[in-house]
C-alpha cells in the first residue's frame, strides 16, 4: 500500500512538473518573446501559429502508434522519460536564441513541444497502473490539481523574485522553467516503481494496426463521430483563446510582465472555478444544453472584445473567456464518458486526445491570417466565432443520451 502511494504521489509530481512550461512556452513568455525578437510584424502571429501547429501535428500523428508501441514493450515510463528530458533540453536551447534566429528558434521550439506533447501520453497512460477503477477519477484529479498548484507556484516564484523590466527576462525564466521542469520529474524518473511485463516481439505494423482499429471503429458510430467533429471545433477556438492569450493583452492592452503574471494567476484560479461549477449545472441541464449555452457565451464574449475600452471591462470579458475554458473542455470530457461504451472507454479518449492534437492548427493559423489582414489585434479575435458555429452544428446532430 505504501509502494502504491508513493507511485501515485511520484506520478502527480510530473504534473506539478511540467505545467508551468504550457504558460512559459506556449501562451504567455516564449510566444511574445517569438512574436517580438525571433519574427516580428503583422504576419508574426501567422508565423507563430504554424510553428505551435505543426508541433503539435507531428505529435498527434507520432503519439498513437508510440502509445501502442509503449504498450506492447511494456516500457512506458521510459518513453515519459526519453521524451521529457527531450522537451526540457528543448527548452533550456530556447533561453539561448538570439533576435532573428528563425531556423534555430523553430528547431529547439519543435523539440521542446513534440517532447512535451507526447511524454503526457505516456504520463496519461500510467494512470491505469497506479489506480483502479473506483478511484481513478480521484486520482487524475489529484494530478490535475497539482498541475494547477504546480503552475500558480511556478507564477508566483517568478513574479516576486525577478526583475520583469530585465531585457533578460524572458531567457532567464526560459531557464528556470527548463530547471523547475527537471527537478520536479525527478520522483517520476528515478522513484516511480511499476511491474513490467515481459517485452513481446515487437513489430511496427502492430502499432499502426492499432490506431487503424480505433479509426474504423469511430467510423461505425455516427453519434461519437458527430461528436468528435463537434469537439475538433471546440477544441480548436478554445487553443487559440489559450495560445494567443499572452500576446492578445501586451498588444492589444498594453499589458507589462507584471500585470500578465497576475492575470494568469487570477484566470488559473477562475478557469478552475469555471470547470468546478459548470460541470456541476452540466450534470443537472445535460452536457448537451450546457455546450450550447458556452457557445452562446462565447459568441457573446468574443463580440464585445473590439468594444472593450476600460479595464473594468475587460475584466468583466476576461473572467468570463476564465470561466468558458475551464468549463468546456470539463463538459466536453464528461460528455464523452457518457457517450462512449463503457467497454471501450480507453479507445475513445486516445483519438479524442489524437483530435485534440490535430485541432491545434487550424485555429491559430485562422487567427493568424485575420491578425495579418485586419492588423487589428482585437478584430481577430472575432476569427473564433465560425469555429464555435461550427461546434455547434455538428453538435446538433449528436442524440440525445
Not at 526583475?163 to 523547475?180: A, M, P, Q, R
Not at 511491474?195 to 499502426?208: C, G, H, I, Q
Not at 477556438?237 to 501586451?250: D, E, P
Amino acid at each position: 500500500m505504501l509502494k502504491r502511494r508513493y507511485n501515485i504521489l511520484s506520478w502527480a509530481f510530473y504534473d506539478f512538473a511540467n505545467s508551468p512550461y504550457s504558460t512559459v512556452m506556449t501562451t504567455l513568455i516564449f510566444p511574445i518573446f517569438f512574436m517580438e525578437k525571433i519574427v516580428s510584424g503583422k504576419w508574426a502571429f501567422l508565423f507563430w501559429a504554424l510553428l505551435y501547429g505543426g508541433g503539435e501535428i507531428i505529435s498527434a500523428l507520432l503519439s498513437p502508434p508510440l502509445g501502442a508501441m509503449s504498450d506492447i514493450l511494456g516500457r512506458k515510463k521510459r518513453f515519459l522519460m526519453v521524451f521529457a528530458l527531450i522537451s526540457i533540453m528543448g527548452t533550456y536551447f530556447c533561453s539561448t536564441l538570439k533576435e532573428g534566429e528563425l531556423l534555430y528558434a523553430v528547431i529547439f521550439f519543435s523539440m521542446a513541444q513534440i517532447g512535451f506533447s507526447l511524454s503526457n501520453v505516456f504520463y496519461n497512460s500510467l494512470l491505469k497502473d497506479i489506480s483502479e477503477t473506483k478511484n481513478r477519477e480521484t486520482i487524475s484529479g489529484f494530478g490535475w490539481g497539482m498541475g494547477y498548484i504546480g503552475g500558480m507556484l511556478f507564477m508566483l516564484l517568478i513574479l516576486f523574485m525577478m526583475d520583469l523590466k530585465s531585457s533578460f527576462f524572458e531567457k532567464k525564466t526560459i531557464v528556470i522553467n527548463s530547471l523547475w521542469f527537471f527537478f520536479f520529474s525527478i520522483p517520476v524518473f528515478f522513484f516511480f516503481e511499476k511491474n513490467v511485463p515481459s517485452p513481446k516481439d515487437f513489430v511496427l505494423r502492430e502499432s499502426y494496426n492499432e490506431v487503424f482499429k480505433t479509426l474504423k471503429s469511430i467510423k461505425e458510430k455516427k453519434d461519437l463521430l458527430y461528436f468528435m467533429i463537434s469537439a475538433f471545433f471546440f477544441n480548436d477556438a478554445v487553443n487559440s483563446a489559450i495560445l494567443f492569450g499572452g500576446i492578445f493583452l501586451k498588444n492589444g492592452f498594453g499589458f507589462n510582465f507584471e500585470k500578465l503574471f497576475v492575470s494568469f494567476i487570477l484566470f488559473n484560479f477562475i478557469a478552475a472555478i469555471g470547470a468546478f461549477i459548470l460541470g456541476t449545472v452540466a450534470d443537472k441541464i445535460t452536457s448537451k444544453r450546457a455546450l450550447f449555452l458556452f457557445v452562446f457565451l462565447w459568441f457573446f464574449a468574443i463580440i464585445l472584445i473590439p468594444f472593450v475600452k476600460n479595464s473594468i471591462f475587460l475584466v468583466f470579458i476576461a473572467s468570463l473567456v476564465g470561466i468558458l475554458i475551464g468549463s468546456t473542455q470539463t463538459v466536453l470530457r464528461g460528455y464523452l464518458s457518457k457517450l462512449a461504451p463503457e467497454n471501450s472507454q480507453g479507445e475513445w479518449f486516445g483519438f479524442y486526445s489524437l483530435m485534440g492534437k490535430a485541432a491545434s492548427l487550424f485555429g491559430p493559423l485562422l487567427f493568424g491570417i485575420f491578425r495579418g489582414i485586419t492588423d487589428n489585434i482585437k478584430l481577430s479575435a472575432l476569427s473564433l466565432l465560425p469555429l464555435f458555429f461550427l461546434a455547434a452544428l455538428f453538435l446538433r446532430k449528436v442524440e440525445k443520451k
